[in-house]
C-alpha cells in the first residue's frame, strides 16, 4: 500500500552545523570523503580524526583532507590522534553526525563494516553514517515504525542537505495481525510538509515470508528498490541500555548486511 505526497518548496530551517568524520586514511574512508563533499553543508564546520600512532613518521602522514568550496563548509579541521579510530571517535564532542566508511560489497556479498563502525553503532548517542559508496544520494529508504528511536528517522533526514534532490520511500514494517503505526504516516507529512518526495509503503507478511523478521523484510525492500541509503532508527539511551538494544537488533542487522550506505538515527 502506498500513500503518495506531493512536492512544495523545500523548508529546512535547521540543517546539521557541524560533522566528524572518521578518516582511516583508505579506500572506504575515501569514498566517505567524496560522499561528504558532494554535498552542500552551508553554514556547517567538520572535523575530520585521524588516528596517528605515536612516534609515526610525520613524513608518511598525507596532508589533511580539503573540500571544494561549494561545499560550504565554515572550516575543514583535521585533527590527529594517538587514540584507535572508535575511541577518538565516541570521545569527540559536540558533534552532531558522525561519518564513517566501510567495506563495500565484493563478489555481490557483504564484507563487513569493521570494527570502528560496530563500536560507533553500538555506542554512539549521535546519529552515524556508514558510507559504502561515494555516489550522491538520490534515493532513500527510510524505515519507521512506533518505536521511539524510529521517530528520530524524519527529524534526522530534514536536517540533511540531501533531502531536497532525494525521493524518499518510508518504509513500515507490520505483523500478521497488526496495522502500520502512526508513526510512519506522520513522518511521511512531515517530509512532505518541507518539500520532499515522499511515499509510505507498508510492509505486510504476506509481501515477502510470513515468518521473517523485520530485518530481512528491510533488506528485501532494500534489495529490489537499490536505494542509495537506507535511515533506520537506533537507539539512543543509556550505554547499558544500548548495548542490550543493540545485541541482533535490526539497525545493527542492516548496517551489516545492506549494499548501500545506512544511516542509524538518533
Known amino acids: ?5 506531493g512536492r512544495v518548496g523545500l523548508d529546512v530551517t535547521v540543517g546539521i552545523t557541524r560533522l566528524t568524520f572518521g578518516d582511516d586514511r583508505d579506500g572506504p574512508a575515501d569514498r566517505a570523503w567524496s560522499w561528504i563533499t558532494a554535498k552542500q553543508w552551508p553554514a556547517c564546520r567538520i572535523d575530520v580524526l585521524r588516528s596517528v600512532a605515536p612516534g609515526e613518521d610525520p613524513d608518511t602522514v598525507p596532508p589533511g583532507r580539503s573540500a571544494p568550496a561549494r561545499c560550504g563548509f565554515t572550516s575543514v579541521r583535521t585533527i590527529d590522534t594517538p587514540l584507535a579510530p572508535a575511541a577518538a571517535l565516541a570521545a569527540h564532542r559536540g558533534t552532531e553526525l558522525l561519518l564513517v566508511g566501510a567495506q563495500a560489497w565484493s563478489g555481490g556479498q557483504p564484507a563487513g563494516v569493521g570494527r570502528t563502525v560496530e563500536t560507533l553503532a553500538r555506542r554512539s548517542v549521535v546519529p552515524v553514517a556508514v558510507v559504502r559508496a561515494g555516489v550522491p544520494v538520490r534515493s532513500v529508504l527510510a524505515c519507521v515504525d512506533g518505536s521511539p528511536s524510529a521517530r528520530a528517522v524524519a527529524d534526522v533526514l530534514l536536517r540533511l542537505p540531501l533531502v531536497e534532490a532525494a525521493h524518499v520511500t518510508v518504509l513500515t514494517v ?5 496495522e502500520p503505526a502512526a508513526a510512519p504516516q ?16 507498508v510492509s505486510r507478511p504476506d509481501d515477502v515470508i510470513a515468518t521473517s523478521g523485520a530485518a530481512f523484510r528491510i533488506l528485501d525492500v532494500a534489495r529490489r528498490l537499490r536505494p542509495d541509503l537506507v535511515v533506520v532508527g537506533a537507539p539512543r539511551t543509556s550505554l547499558a541500555d544500548r548495548l542490550r538494544a543493540m545485541r541482533g537488533s535490526v539497525a545493527l542487522e542492516v548496517t551489516r548486511e545492506a549494499a548501500c550506505s545506512v544511516l542509524l538515527a538518533r
Open 174 to 178: 507490520v505483523g500478521s495481525d497488526g
Open 186 to 201: 506522520e513522518a511521511t507529512a512531515a517530509l512532505a510538509r518541507a518539500g520532499v518526495r515522499a511515499h509510505l509503503r
Open 1 to 5: 500500500r502506498e500513500l503518495r505526497v
